[in-house]
C-alpha cells in the first residue's frame, strides 16, 4: 500500500464551527505532514509529526491544532477559522531523514476546505 | 539558505512537442532535488527524485531531468508533450542544510499543451 488518505474530499464549515481532516497512511512511515495550498500557489508547511511528537509548527494559528493518535494517523482540528483559511490542506507522509536521507515525501489527495 | 527556482509561471507547447521547465537550485550542501507534478484538485505525485546516483534521471510518464553542477540547474524535459501532460509542476529540494524534515518548493510552472 502506497497510498496516503485523506478525509473528508470536501469540506465546508462556518467560521464558529469545530471540523477534523483526516490523514491515513500504512506505508511504515514515521513522518507526517500538513501543507496548507492555496489556488496558483507551492505547498506551505505547517506541521511536521516525527515518530508521533511534533517536531516543526510553522508558526501556525492555534486556530489549527494537528494531533497524532499513531504512526498511521494523523489529524488536523479546526475551530473559529477564518474566511482567508479556505485552502487545499494536504497531508503527506516519508520515511525518517534518518531512514531515507533523500526525504521523498508522498502525498494524498488532500482536502478542499471552504470557510464561510 | 537553500532554494529553487523556476523560471516561467507559465508554459505552453504544442502536443507532441518538446517540453522543457526550468529549474535553479542554491544549495551549500549537494542538493536532493525532486520535480512533483499536481493535476487540479489534486496531491502532488513524485515525478522523478536526483539523489547523486546519476546526473541523468528518468522519471515517470516518459519525463526526465538533468541534474547540472556547474549550472546549478535540474531541468525537466520530454521529448513529446500530450494534452494528458497539461498540469502544475514543482521542483523542490529537501532541506539537508537545516538537518530538519523539509522540502522548499519552488513557485510552480503550469503546463499548457496547446492541440
Known amino acids: 500500500d502506497t497510498e496516503v488518505t485523506q478525509t473528508p474530499k470536501h469540506l465546508v464549515m462556518g467560521m464558529t464551527n469545530k471540523k477534523s481532516l483526516k490523514c491515513e497512511q500504512h506505508?511504515?512511515?514515521?513522518?507526517m505532514y500538513w501543507y496548507k495550498q492555496k489556488a496558483k500557489k507551492p505547498p506551505e508547511l505547517m506541521f511536521v509529526?516525527?515518530?508521533?511528537?511534533?517536531?516543526i509548527n510553522e508558526s501556525v494559528p492555534s486556530r489549527f491544532s494537528p494531533e497524532c493518535p499513531n504512526s498511521s494517523l494523523l489529524n488536523l482540528h479546526l475551530h473559529a477559522l477564518q474566511p482567508e483559511d479556505s485552502a487545499l490542506y494536504l497531508c503527506?507522509?516519508?520515511?525518517?531523514?534518518?531512514?531515507?536521507?533523500?526525504?521523498?515525501?508522498?502525498f494524498g489527495p488532500g482536502t478542499r476546505l471552504t470557510v464561510l | 539558505a537553500q532554494s529553487v527556482t523556476q523560471l516561467g509561471s507559465h508554459v505552453s507547447v504544442s502536443e507532441g512537442a518538446l517540453v522543457l521547465l526550468r529549474c535553479n537550485y542554491s544549495?551549500?550542501?549537494?542538493?536532493?532535488l525532486f520535480w512533483y507534478v499536481q493535476y487540479p484538485n489534486q496531491g502532488l505525485q513524485l515525478l522523478l527524485k536526483?539523489?547523486?546516483?546519476?546526473?541523468l534521471v528518468k522519471g515517470i510518464n516518459g519525463f526526465e531531468a538533468e541534474f547540472k553542477k556547474s549550472e546549478t540547474s535540474f531541468h525537466l524535459t520530454k521529448p513529446s508533450a500530450h494534452m494528458s501532460d497539461a498540469a502544475e509542476y514543482f521542483c523542490?529540494?529537501?532541506?539537508?542544510?537545516?538537518?530538519?524534515?523539509?522540502?522548499?518548493f519552488g513557485k510552480g510552472t503550469r503546463l499548457h499543451i496547446l492541440p
Open positions: 506505508m511504515g512511515h514515521r513522518a
Open positions: 544549495s551549500s550542501v549537494p542538493p536532493y
Open positions: 509529526y516525527s515518530y508521533e511528537k511534533l517536531s
Open positions: 523542490a529540494v529537501n532541506g539537508r542544510e537545516n538537518r530538519d524534515d523539509k522540502i522548499i
Open positions: 503527506a507522509s516519508s520515511q525518517d531523514t534518518a531512514a531515507d536521507p533523500y526525504n521523498e515525501q508522498f
Open positions: 536526483y539523489t547523486s546516483a546519476a546526473t
